[in-house]
């Protein structure tokens, strides 16, 4: 499986962006999906998820409430809208995929197989 991440840029603080994903090469439809973030000198931090069925969401504390992660198994596509965003959401946002990974493991990145290359998140206060 292929992740293609874009969307990312420089907003100002209280701005929106949309991070977009596009998988190829596998059944999209049987792959959890996830977002991650990872700041200079920080670990690697979970944003949201989406199980492969059912559309069962996932999200952090520190999100929930401003982002939405949703997909199109057609488009084979999967989208994090962030809203309200703040310095602090400033990283490289990565997207995931895990083969008919269940939502009780969705915020742990080791569970995830395969990854995009990443697009670039900037909060100016």
């Known amino acids: 499986v292929q992740l293609q991440a874009s969307g990312g840029g420089l907003v100002q603080a209280g701005g929106s962006l949309r991070l977009s994903c596009a998988a190829s090469g596998g059944t999209f439809s049987r792959y959890t999906m996830g977002w991650f973030r990872q700041a200079p000198g920080k670990e690697r931090d979970f944003v949201a998820a989406i199980k492969w069925s059912g559309g069962i969401t996932n999200y952090a504390d520190s999100v929930k409430g401003r982002s939405t992660i949703d997909r199109d198994n057609v488009k084979n596509t999967v989208t994090l809208q962030m809203n309200s965003l703040k310095p602090d959401d400033t990283a490289v946002y990565y997207c995931?995929?895990?083969?008919?990974?269940?939502?009780?493991?969705?915020?742990?990145?080791?569970?995830?197989?395969?990854w995009g290359q990443g697009t670039q998140v900037t909060v100016s206060s």
């Open positions: 995931a995929a895990s083969y008919g990974l269940g939502s009780s493991g969705a915020s742990v990145a080791s569970n995830y197989d395969y």
